[in-house]
């Protein structure tokens, strides 16, 4: 036999999980270079290459589903109690800038597409998508 199913095994799952290195996939490329791994060491009791392929994508795709379950979805959270914050720079209509909230730096925008808010004026802050703040104008809040 000219090559060594375990060593393909072995170098794929090497270059899947450093693949995830440079094109984030979601976890996908590493739960696949895991599997590899795992067929890797079952290469060794199990010849049969058409079985291994087969064993490398349900355990790729049992991977893939454990680690959806486990990583939390990008959704919008409510802050428990609407907490003021001042910003830093503009937050153009429908775009980002910088708040200052809870004493650090914070990527923000604002809740109304429409509304810009300048530099050095109160927002609250009324949720969270990820690490970027949900903010409205306070003046909003107060008329």
């Given at each position: 036999?000219?090559?060594?199913?375990?060593?393909?095994?072995l170098i794929?799952?090497?270059?899947?999980?450093?693949?995830?290195?440079?094109?984030?996939?979601?976890?996908?490329?590493?739960?696949?270079?895991?599997s590899?791994?795992?067929?890797?060491?079952?290469?060794?009791?199990?010849?049969?290459?058409?079985?291994?392929?087969?064993?490398?994508?349900?355990?790729?795709?049992?991977?893939?589903?454990?680690?959806?379950?486990?990583?939390?979805?990008?959704?919008?959270?409510?802050?428990?109690?609407?907490?003021?914050?001042?910003?830093?720079?503009?937050?153009?209509?429908?775009?980002?800038?910088?708040?200052?909230?809870?004493?650090?730096?914070?990527?923000?925008?604002?809740?109304?597409?429409?509304?810009?808010?300048?530099?050095?004026?109160?927002?609250?802050?009324?949720?969270?998508?990820?690490?970027?703040?949900?903010?409205?104008?306070?003046?909003?809040?107060?008329?």
């Amino acid at each position: 036999m000219l090559w060594n199913p375990t060593l393909f095994w072995l170098i794929s799952g090497a270059l899947l999980c450093l693949a995830e290195l440079f094109l984030p996939t979601a976890f996908v490329a590493f739960m696949m270079g895991l599997s590899a791994f795992v067929v890797a060491a079952i290469s060794l009791a199990l010849p049969d290459v058409n079985l291994q392929i087969f064993l490398w994508m349900v355990c790729s795709v049992l991977f893939v589903l454990t680690t959806r379950r486990l990583i939390p979805k990008g959704k919008t959270r409510a802050i428990e109690d609407d907490k003021e914050a001042k910003t830093l720079t503009e937050i153009p209509p429908g775009e980002a800038g910088r708040v200052i909230y809870e004493g650090n730096s914070w990527r923000a925008r604002c809740e109304d597409c429409d509304t810009a808010i300048p530099p050095n004026q109160n927002v609250i802050v009324v949720g969270r998508k990820g690490t970027t703040l949900i903010v409205v104008p306070e003046n909003l809040l107060h008329s």
